[in-house]
């Protein structure tokens, strides 16, 4: 959402709304797969997330956006190996890890094009 309000690009307000979209949808799948295994989500952010919101926060114009788009390859980069490990499992946290790796890789690919100014 932070993209979508601050972006000074379209291309960045455009990023941001299919992060918001694909993240919700996201968000609510883990929700009912954890449910269904008697976990409870949790919608906390990471320390470093929290840092890079602060830092975010301060910023405005092309360098928030420089800023986004290079946090959101490095984020995106990490995901992706993250979700690999835990798709080269079995069963349903597996099967959803191998349906949301291409997401994360469109998601890192638009971040990609960005900070090279696309």
């Known amino acids: ?19 918001d979209m694909d993240h919700g949808m996201h968000k ?3 929700a009912t797969l954890a449910s269904s295994m008697g976990e409870k989500p ?34 995106h980069k990490k995901d992706i190996s993250d979700y690999e490990k835990q798709a080269k499992g079995k069963g349903p946290v597996a099967d959803m890890a191998r349906d949301t790796i291409p997401i994360l890789r469109k998601h890192l690919d638009t971040a990609e094009q960005l900070t090279r100014g696309g």
Do not use: H, I, N, W
Not at 46 to 72: C, H, I, N, V
């Open 28 to 30: 609510d799948k883990v």
């Open 42 to 75: 949790t919608d906390d952010m990471t320390a470093e997330a929290k840092l890079e919101d602060r830092k975010l926060q301060r910023l405005s114009g092309p360098k928030f956006d420089r800023e986004f788009a290079r946090y959101m390859v490095k984020d």
């Open 1 to 19: 959402k932070l993209a979508e309000q601050r972006g000074s690009s379209q291309g960045l307000r455009d990023f941001g709304r299919m992060l």
